[in-house]
């Protein structure tokens, strides 16, 4: 069975991982490591294309020798190297991209790049290996997609975000409510003890008969309650915050949901599977299980360790490349906008 060296560093995660697999089994994860420069760019208030090259670079060695040593295997035994091309940071891309690509030519192995979406879309699948026919919500910092999947590499995209990325709403958001970034973890944690029904925020697009999103007009209505209360600052209220975080968190639920069960119904998908760093909020977790379970659909989850940017779902995504004999050559560059293949 095929081992994948995998890496991802598009963004503000160094991330090393090994696979093994093979056609239609479930993908076995022998290391999974993480770097994560939460902590460095929280005090900037966000990511800093910059340190996040830099720290890519520092992380990565060490990181590839632990992967390598928590999975028991030689360089040598890897057959295949890969690495996010994009979307992502150009800086950040880089790193990983070049450092996967000196491997492979270094082994004499071939090397897969692979889409940082296609690594979320198949996240929810890489401990049961086949990927039936269904309806996928993308859920993530930069992307809101949704997209008809037929199988593995056989991608329709649906609907997208007209604007802000779910998780880039509740980033904004906390910002401005003056919660530190990652905001969507932070918004969760304050929302618990906060009523959903407090303040009546626009679920965007949500009656349009197409299945777009929007998120930028209920992060002005946020703002504008906080200005309304504070002409000068805009500052919440303390008493407020865990209201207007558990409103917001509604408001974004709401639409999620109900466009893509629309767009399973009408699209006769059985199944529906949800990935993505947003899909670790559990409000949302547990509305998409009711909802699902009330339409009689099958919900398919990414396992919370592969919710957020890791490199085991780019191990996982590029294993189906290189079953398919889908090899990049070594002078494949990477793409910060790079678009999901579809068809
Ligand atoms: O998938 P991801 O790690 O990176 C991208 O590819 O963008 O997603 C990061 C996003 C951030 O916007 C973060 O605020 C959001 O996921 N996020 C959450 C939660 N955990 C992470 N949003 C809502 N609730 C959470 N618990
Ligand atoms: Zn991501």
Redesign the pocket.
């Known amino acids: 069975m095929p081992l994948i060296l995998a890496i991802e560093s ?2 503000d ?1 160094t991330a090393v991982a090994i696979l093994r697999g093979e056609p239609g089994r479930p993908a076995e994860v022998l290391a999974s490591e993480i770097a994560s420069q939460i902590d460095l760019h929280r005090a900037y208030g966000g990511v800093v294309p910059e340190l996040a090259s830099r720290n890519h670079s520092l992380h990565l060695r060490p990181l590839i020798e632990r992967a390598l040593e928590t999975a028991g295997v030689g360089i040598r035994e890897i057959d295949v190297f890969g690495a996010t091309s994009g979307p992502g940071l150009a800086s950040s891309l880089l790193i990983g991209s070049t450092a996967a690509k000196a491997l492979a030519a270094a082994t004499g192995k071939p090397f897969v790049a692979v889409n ?1 979406l296609e690594g ?1 879309l198949l996240s929810p699948f890489v401990d049961r290996g086949e990927i039936p026919p269904h309806l996928a919500l993308v859920v ?4 809101t997609l949704l997209l008809d999947v037929a199988g593995a590499g056989h991608y329709r995209r649906i609907g997208s975000t007209r604007d802000d990325a779910a ?2 709403a ?2 904004k958001v906390a910002k401005m409510l003056g919660l530190p970034y ?4 932070e ?2 944690q304050t929302a618990a003890a906060g009523n959903p029904t407090a303040f009546d925020f626009p679920r965007s697009m949500l009656k349009e008969a197409n299945f777009d999103f929007s998120f930028s007009g209920l992060k002005t209505a946020v703002l504008y309650t906080l200005t309304d209360r504070d002409p000068d600052h805009g500052t919440p209220q303390p008493a407020d915050l865990p209201d207007l975080c558990a409103s917001f968190q509604q408001a974004v639920v709401d639409v999620l949901l109900a466009k893509t069960l629309r767009a399973a119904a009408d699209l006769g998908r059985e199944t529906v599977a949800l990935s ?3 899909s ?2 559990a409000v ?1 977790r547990n509305a998409f299980r009711e909802g699902c379970q009330s339409s009689g659909r099958q919900l398919i989850l990414a396992k919370p360790q592969l ?3 890791n490199a085991a779902m780019i191990g996982f995504a590029g294993l189906h490349h290189h079953f398919k004999g889908h090899h990049a050559p070594l002078d494949t560059g990477i793409d910060p906008n790079l678009p999901l293949a579809l068809g």
């Open positions: 598009s963004c995660e940082h979320h993530s910092g930069g992307h998780g880039e509740f980033d990652p905001g969507g973890p918004i969760e993505g760093g947003v670790l909020n949302l919710c957020t940017d």
